[in-house]
């Protein structure tokens, strides 16, 4: 496995391996943006919390969003 890739656990129990593109702090949390490795268009904002990964849907992924337009 390359350094830049990491397998998640889906809902499922699935693993499903992904690209490390970015990893960011906004508001005192570590956010990861990744790709499928096998799907490319599937690009998915992860979130830090209590030592696991959660996805970032709806509002609050247009706000990190647009708090790192904002940064950039």
Not at 8 to 18: A, N, T
Request: glycine share 6%.
């Amino acid at each position: 496995m390359e350094a830049d890739e990491l397998t998640l656990v889906d809902e499922d129990g699935v693993e499903r391996r992904f690209r490390l593109h970015d990893a960011f702090d906004v508001e005192g949390a570590t956010y990861y943006l990744v790709e499928a490795v096998n799907d490319p268009d599937e690009v998915l904002l992860l979130k830090e919390h209590m030592g696991t990964l959660e996805s970032v849907e709806g509002e609050d992924f247009d706000r990190v969003l647009a708090l790192l337009e904002e940064e950039g």
